[in-house]
């Protein structure tokens, strides 16, 4: 068991850096903030969502290695599903279960990092879609540190219908991490409104990050 952990971690490095070189040659990988990634410790990493690109160029960037909660439909696609299965677990968005949640806490309470799309699937129109509030009631029931992340690019490297890469230059900014349970009033306890107001706190993050490097992608 011990051996196949440590293939695993080597696989994953292996990977990893594939697949940054990839996005290197092909336009330009720039990234910033990783510092603003705890060390140590269950951590939430929550992302805009604009191209199925999204999980491998986190995956391949986070300084620590990362478990996706992941569309299952993602699990399909080639190349990005076989790296998917290796490294996430299937959530169904038309029919979400507890058992989803229950396992984004163990493997967050167990010290790793779960990164999670708040917007609940890919943003195809531009704009920033409303926060999902899965991430709110995971946010809450670990009181885990959620770090804001926006991707630039991705849809221009792989736009909606194409099969191929495009050269575009893709920007990964990390913010600085969230701690809820010192900013929001927790007494209100598996309250719907409290978990759907901590997602929407990170997608306001990430809608600020956007503000900020959004026409700043050079």
Request: proline residues 6%.
């Amino acid at each position: 068991m011990e051996n196949r952990g440590l293939i695993n971690i080597l696989l994953y490095r292996i990977s990893a850096f594939l697949i940054r070189l990839i996005f290197k040659i092909n336009g330009g990988l720039r990234i910033i903030g990783t510092e603003n990634v705890p060390d140590t410790g269950g951590i939430i990493i929550a992302s805009n969502h604009i191209s199925y690109l999204d999980p491998l160029i986190l995956g391949a960037i986070s300084p620590r290695q990362v478990t996706f909660m992941a569309r299952k439909g993602l699990f399909t696609i080639p190349l990005i599903g076989a790296f998917v299965k290796q490294y996430a677990f299937p959530v169904d968005r038309e029919k979400p279960q507890p058992s989803t949640i229950k396992q984004a806490v163990r493997h967050i309470r167990s010290g790793e990092v779960i990164t999670i799309f708040p917007e609940g699937r890919r943003n195809e129109t531009g704009d920033f879609l409303q926060a999902k509030r899965g991430l709110g009631m995971i946010a809450h029931m670990t009181q885990a540190p959620v770090v804001p992340v926006l991707i630039i690019g991705s849809d221009r490297a792989l736009p909606v219908g194409a099969r191929w890469l495009k050269r575009a230059k893709i920007t990964v900014i990390f913010d600085k991490p969230v701690y809820h349970g010192n900013t929001i009033d927790t007494s209100k306890k598996h309250d719907h409104a409290l978990h759907e107001e901590i997602s929407k706190n990170v997608m306001d993050a990430i809608i600020q990050l956007s503000r900020h490097y959004g026409n700043n992608n050079s």
